[in-house]
């Protein structure tokens, strides 16, 4: 276990002189005068919807299968380029993911049902899958440079003049991956079916049930807090929460699960009904809300560790959410959140190349809206759950994929 008492330290060292320059110095951010044109964008075509059917383990083989070039390459990439370049590292990682296999199966034999046939599907090991799933948490460990992170929010009545409530976020990462997510329409007999905003193996990055309840995220870190655990990564706990029916049940299965990693998921229903939940490899606590909600980085008292009393530290991207939503109470309907991602007032929110795409998933509607680059660019493109299969008809032919 050398390797991950050395990385411990480092990933110590890393973030100590990251917030050297106070609690959000990890940000560095051109100003709006140094972005750059989108003309200068490289070309990736609009969001399509592939659905993927059957059982979970069925589920996962389609996928392996349909994806197994893109799944290799984000591996190869995104895993095994930035963290592992010599093979004893690599079996470093790929032992600490096949330990996460055993919390992954506590909380969902379903998970690991469709890992299996995520493997089967594609070729690569088990073990490579969970280890991709375990993306966030690498990232977390400081082995790779700090990218600018997204902006979560959630909104419903009496903020929402429609009476919808609605989940969005843009999502800001590395610029690499522009153009490699794809929408996922994952149907499940077994419980609701899952519109998923998805990369290469990561199959629910963010997204919405047909039960009307969606989770978009951003990152969080406590530079107190070592790990990341041996526990359930959060691309895997994504998906489990978006398989459950209600929020109740999202809420206890989030408490039932071991996390290995730090997060916080804002949630909502079609009734309105907000819930907020923030995880480190210590630590959980979930907070409900109502009307408006916005997050980067840690939001609740637990978690920021703010004594009663005193307000909560807010990330200047938060808190130009929070104006943005402040300002326009009442009248926020699908068209105001859309601006809101596109806002180039401050250098917070559309970050132009550094934001990959936005989304945001109406949970009264159950229509998912994502947008192919940043919010300003206003690609957007919409999807529901009565719609199935995808324009390439080449590829159709596989068992569980629906036709166009
Ligand atoms: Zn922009």
Known sequence: MDIWRMNRRQFAAVTTSSVAGGAFGLLSIGTAAERRPLAERPQASDHSLVTITGSPRERGRVYGRRFSVAIREFLDTQIYADFAKEKAKRDELLRYAGACLKPIRQLSTELIDELEGMAEGSGLR??????????????????????????????GPPATCDGHTYVGESWDWFAQLYGKSQMLLWKRADGPS?????????WT?????????????????????PGPAVGVPSYALISHLLYQPTLEAVEEEAKRARQAGWFTFVMADGKGRLLNIEG????????????????????TREMTRTPVGQPIECHPQCARMRELLEGAKGHIDLAAIKR????????????????????????????AHVTRGPGCLAQWKSFSFE???HPDKSEDTDKGVSPP
């Open 126 to 155: 088990l073990e490579e899958h969970v280890l991709i799933t375990l993306h966030e948490e690498l990232w977390h460990r400081g082995d790779i440079p700090s990218v600018d992170h997204c902006t979560a929010v959630a909104v």
């Open 205 to 225: 990055g963010a997204g919405m049930n047909s039960a009307g309840i969606a989770l978009c995220w951003t990152s969080a870190f406590d530079k107190s807090i």
């Open 387 to 389: 719609e199935s299969g």
């Open 194 to 202: 899952v519109i998923g905003y998805s990369y290469p193996g990561l």
């Open 340 to 367: 809101f991602f596109a806002d180039h007032e401050t250098r917070w929110i559309c970050k132009h190349f550094g934001s990959i795409d936005a989304m945001v998933f109406d949970t009264t509607a159950r229509q």
């Open 280 to 299: 480190s490899p210590e630590r959980m606590a979930t907070e409900w809300g109502r009307v408006t909600m916005a997050r980067v980085y840690y939001g």
